[in-house]
């Protein structure tokens, strides 16, 4: 691995949004040491600046939350939505999988790109009369807001994205692109 340097810490730690002092406090030194690093007034020792690092990364993945991640509000089609609506909602904002919320709350399915396509193959004169319920698979996985990053990546690795609740209520999606750019800030 090669060794960060103090600009790349700073940057690691912004981006994961910690404080100077989160970070001292995990890796064993001052929050001055820190500041003096990040700023170049001092040259560390290679062993301070991975203890640094490493501290970083496990700030992320133990201490970060789904909240702390989450993209939000959700965008969504609800069953009854025409399935040529919600194709060009997918097509205009990039992306693959939209969750299915009825009355937009409860979470009762998901349109995948393969959904989509299916469709357009199986039934393509009848396609344009489709609802999004008509073609929609299993609903996404729900997470707490408090459940944390590394769990929520272990979870990802058998699914594209999943939902986060608070207080019975979907209050953000997180899909493995979220969490693959922090993870790979922090390695």
Avoid: C
Avoid at 66 to 95: C, N
Avoid at 166 to 174: A, F, H, K, Q, R
Wanted: charged share 25%; aromatic share 4%.
């Amino acid at each position: 691995m090669p060794i960060p340097t103090p600009e790349e810490l700073r940057m690691l730690r912004l981006k994961a949004g910690l404080t100077q002092a989160e970070v001292a406090r995990r890796a064993g030194v001052s929050q001055s040491l820190i500041a003096r690093i990040e700023s170049g007034n001092v040259n560390p020792r290679v062993s301070t600046l991975m203890r640094i690092y490493q501290a970083i990364h496990e700030l992320v993945e133990d201490e970060l939350a789904a909240k702390d991640i989450m993209s939000s509000p959700v965008v969504y089609v609800e069953p009854h939505t025409p399935l040529v609506k919600a194709t060009q909602v997918m097509w205009e904002r990039g992306f693959s999988q939209l969750p299915v919320l009825e009355s937009g709350k409860r979470n009762i399915g998901t349109l995948f790109e393969d959904d989509v396509l299916q469709a357009f193959l199986k039934e393509s004169r009848r396609a344009a009369q489709l609802t999004v319920a008509d073609v929609m698979s299993d609903p996404l996985p729900i997470v707490s807001a408090e459940t944390k990053v590394g769990r929520v990546a272990r979870l990802l690795s058998r699914t594209p994205a999943v939902l986060v609740e608070e207080s019975m209520l979907i209050v953000g999606i997180i899909t493995k692109s979220d969490v693959a750019k922090l993870l790979l800030a922090t390695r």
